[in-house]
């Protein structure tokens, strides 16, 4: 009888190995999906970039970041591994219009060989004076506006240009990335509609803008917008603005009563704030206009946009 327990027992316990192998519980969580092709090895400069690349890749390849999120390009400084990075890709998306001047350097410090997609190729450059030294006003030449991604009909052409690039990288691809390219193209119409009709809901004459830089020239051409002004007079945050500068924008916002400051989240709000309390403005610091986030509220480029939106909508009605 003592025997026969062992083996019922002995066969007990095999079974609840076998069936707790078996279950749910035991089984690993399934690994994110490798590419469909491992060797392409793409890189962009930003994370918004790489979600606009990721939706034209789909699973056919993985598009990493070379910024981290959170990060303003403007300001950048390189870090040792970033070598590392665009040395192991094979495809580099870059914006363009000297936006990555920073990865100019690391280039040449680069091993290897890989194929470059500009993705503003092809779209016409607004262009702005800027000084030609930090304080210098009276030096100043013409520089290319590279927010062109604030304008998601110009994404379009980001898209296509990302297309062709992935296709030439990956000719079997090519159809994945047609296709994908395609579907994509209607979300960004889709958003376009979306914020021509947020847009419609402030008077005319409340579509006034004041930003920490001049980031908001395609996005005010495009939906009617006006910048009044900005803390900063430059296409970079890098610049500084001089007293009178500052004493000029506090007379405009005075003057056009325009009711607040748009900021990005990465952006110094300092200044923001000194102003809006010699104003009465009130200061809106949450827009994300050169950066993702890890969740919400800007995940992906298009909810980027959508947060950005809102934020302004909400502020100007």
């Not at 279950?23 to 918004?48: C, D, G, M, W, Y």
């Not at 908001?216 to 910048?227: H, N, P, Q, S």
Request: aromatic share 6%.
């Amino acid at each position: 009888m003592k025997t026969l327990f062992h083996h019922l027992a002995a066969l007990s316990l095999g079974l609840s190995i076998v069936l707790a192998a078996c279950s749910p519980a035991a089984t690993e969580a399934p690994a994110a999906a490798a590419p469909q092709n491992s060797s392409l090895k793409v890189l962009a400069s930003t994370s918004f970039l790489a979600d606009i690349a990721q939706n034209v890749a789909g699973e056919r390849a993985r598009v990493e970041a070379l910024l981290p999120l959170g990060t303003d390009p403007h300001a950048y400084q390189p870090v040792p591994g970033d070598v590392a990075k665009i040395s192991q890709s094979n495809v580099l998306i870059l914006n363009g219009v000297e936006y990555e001047s920073f990865i100019e350097p690391i280039l040449k410090n680069t091993e290897g060989e890989r194929l470059q997609i500009i993705a503003s190729t092809g779209l016409e450059v607004n262009q702005m004076e800027e000084p030609e030294e930090e304080g210098q006003e009276d030096h100043e030449h013409e520089a290319g506006d590279p927010h062109m991604w604030l304008d998601p009909t110009r994404v379009i052409t980001y898209v296509a240009n990302i297309r062709d690039g992935l296709s030439r990288a990956d000719p079997d691809g090519a159809a994945v990335y047609k296709a994908n390219a395609e579907a994509y193209t209607q979300q960004l119409n889709q958003l376009d509609a979306w914020i021509k009709e947020q847009v419609n809901s402030i008077p005319a004459e409340r579509r006034l803008l004041v930003t920490n830089h001049e980031a908001l020239g395609y996005f005010d051409a495009r939906y009617g917008f006006k910048t009044v002004g900005a803390i900063i007079p430059s296409l970079s945050t890098e610049a500084s603005p001089s007293a009178q500068q500052l004493a000029a924008l506090v007379d405009q916002i005075n003057s056009t009563h325009v009711p607040a400051i748009f900021i990005g989240e990465s952006e110094n709000p300092k200044l923001a704030q000194q102003i809006a309390e010699e104003t009465g403005v009130k200061v809106v610091e949450d827009l994300y206009l050169e950066t993702l986030t890890a969740g919400a509220p800007a995940a992906t480029y298009i909810d980027m946009m959508k947060h950005n939106v809102t934020a302004i909508v909400e502020a100007l009605k």
